[in-house]
């Protein structure tokens, strides 16, 4: 088939369109199409469609908001081969330069100095055996149902809210009460804040709730082709795989922007000496929000220069009765919900914790695991290693309650920390800090020492932490690899764990010293030691701050987690 793109240059016009309106061509005229008819199959200009509309009433006219239902024409392109970009056209070559699927219009445009372009049928063969193409339906399940539970979540957000508000406003009331009529004024300028913040608030959920639901029929849809293609040969296969990476990769976006925030809420705090103030006021007291930022919940009650101290501590047994071995906690992390993940090294486990830290479920993996961070959503990362170089990044989802493991990247170096930022992996091998793509394409080697144990980066990607286990020092890092600051201090002994909050609070726990301390966010003054042996903390290998509880979890060589109340 001749496209309209074809037919456009044999026309010898100066104007490439992707439609073209059907009687016009047929008076060798080239107008763009901005409608098509299901009943005629044919294509209509914004002036033929009139004259069609009063011929044929009852037929069903589609406009360019509904073109993926276009596909009824005759020799159209099928909707999963059709170039988004050029829709009048198929996918039939793919640039290797830049690992994107194209039509011949695309090639012409912007490919034209591209080397290695190959044709699709060439490049799809054995499509079908391809690991990642077969894992695909899987992929996209998962993503969808962690769409649809965002998009649940927002929804009981969004009922809490109002409740919230309501409980606000009945404060206000309550207070209003006591005083004379100048309050009149105040409630109104404290009600409207209210509302505008609420208001705000809402408009967000909506945004997240219309991203959820426009990806989640997306990726059906996209699946749904693919599936029904499975017969039509491996082309097709395997463009529906390459758009569905893209798909998937963009619903993984969406997930880690929206996981950035867990919950909108909003809190009242009326002002003291109201009565006798009053004149000097202008609302009943401060309004603020508060968004729990995906496994650390918002530290906004603790400014960032806030300096903790202990309010005691309880443990929390984690040791199962299919353990083996004595517990050692390598790796704490928290997800959106409250739950916490472990990696119990001797024993070969990752385990999930409920909110009150009781193991839920664990999932057994074959070698020793270390770190574990949080992705996006309910997704985890998990470091495992053996005492060769054989080492692995382990990707699990957290789904009704079960740890599922979902893929894995493996390494040529050893794999004893992660952490994520900004759509990339940074993996200490211990004796370098490299950084990796989602499918683990190495981006850079950032930073090489000789002793590095565990890293965490700051909320805003911008500072790296490193504990260097060897030299007892926590070493501070810009994004670009350079070295900004060396802390050491006396309680400061073979450190092994290290986090920061999303405010930018950042704690250290050290192996010999048996203590967890606060270092300032520059990484060069100790704020305070937090805990030692006597209060509980044991050869600590590593920890996590729960804004939800307002508490440091710690754990090490003990069957169980250590909980520090702070304030």
């Known amino acids: 088939m001749a496209s309209n ?25 080239n107008t763009e199409a901005q409608y098509f008819c299901n009943q005629c199959t044919k294509y209509y200009c914004v002036n033929c469609v009139l004259v069609h509309n009063k011929l044929f009433k009852r037929h069903s006219v589609l406009d360019r908001t509904d073109m993926t239902k276009w596909a009824a024409a005759p020799g159209m392109v099928d909707v999963l081969e059709r170039c988004e970009r050029h829709p009048g056209e198929a996918l039939k070559l793919v640039c290797g330069d830049h690992d994107q699927l194209c039509c011949p219009v695309c090639v012409a445009m912007d490919h034209r100095h591209c080397s290695s372009i190959q044709h699709i049928p060439d490049v799809a063969k054995g499509i079908r055996k391809d690991p990642g193409f077969r894992q695909l339906p899987q992929q996209v399940a998962v993503l969808r149902k962690q769409i649809e539970d965002m998009k649940n979540d927002r929804k009981k957000n969004s009922s809490s809210l109002r409740k919230t508000r309501t409980a606000i406003v009945d404060e206000i009331k309550a207070i209003r009460k006591k005083i004379n009529d100048i309050l009149d004024k105040m409630e109104k300028t404290t009600v409207q804040e209210l509302d505008r913040l609420v208001a705000d608030q809402e408009m967000s959920i909506k945004k997240d709730m219309e991203s959820c639901t426009q990806m989640h029929d997306e990726l059906k849809n996209i699946i749904d082709d693919i599936q029904s293609k499975d017969s039509s040969g ?311 701050f729960s804004s939800r509880s307002s508490s440091l979890v710690v754990g090490g060589m003990k069957d169980t987690l250590l909980v520090l109340n702070v304030r």
């Open 234 to 544: 491996e082309p097709p296969l395997y463009i529906g795989f390459k758009k569905c990476e893209e798909k998937i990769k963009k619903g993984k976006e969406i997930l880690q922007n929206m996981s950035s925030v867990v919950k909108y809420d909003l809190t009242f705090r009326k002002h003291n000496g109201i009565e006798d103030n009053l004149s000097s006021m202008k609302t009943f007291g401060e309004l603020n929000e508060s968004n729990v930022f995906g496994a650390q919940p918002c530290t906004s009650l603790f400014p960032r220069d806030h300096v903790f101290a202990t309010e005691g501590y309880k443990e929390y047994n984690v040791k199962m009765s299919s353990d083996r071995c004595n517990c050692d906690i390598e790796g704490i992390c928290g997800l959106p919900g409250g739950e916490v993940v472990i990696t119990d090294g001797t024993n070969k486990k990752v385990k999930l914790l409920d909110q009150e830290y009781r193991v839920v479920d664990h999932c057994d993996v074959p070698k020793y695991p270390l770190d574990v961070c949080h992705i996006g959503g309910n997704e985890v990362a998990v470091c495992v290693n053996n005492n060769d170089d054989r080492c692995e990044l382990h990707f699990i989802n957290i789904t009704k309650g079960k740890l599922v493991t979902t893929r894995k990247l493996s390494f040529t170096h050893r794999c004893y920390s992660a952490a994520y930022h900004g759509s990339n992996l940074y993996i200490s091998s211990r004796t370098a800090l490299y950084v990796y793509t989602m499918t683990g394409k190495l981006i850079e080697k950032l930073y090489e020492d000789k002793s590095m144990t565990r890293i965490a980066i700051s909320n805003e990607g911008k500072i790296i932490y490193i504990t260097n286990f060897s030299n007892n020092q926590l070493i501070t890092l810009d994004n670009l690899g350079n070295k900004l600051a060396t802390f050491t201090d006396p309680d400061l002994l073979k450190p092994r764990g290290v986090h920061v909050t999303a405010a930018g609070h950042v704690f250290v726990c050290c192996h010999n010293s048996h203590t967890v301390l606060q270092v300032d966010k520059d990484g060069k003054t100790k704020l305070a030691t937090l805990a030692r042996e006597q209060d509980g903390v044991y050869k600590p290998r590593a920890l996590f």
């Open 5 to 29: 793109f074809e037919s456009s240059i044999q026309r010898g016009c100066d104007f490439i369109h992707d439609f073209v309106c059907s009687p016009c061509e047929e008076d060798d005229l």
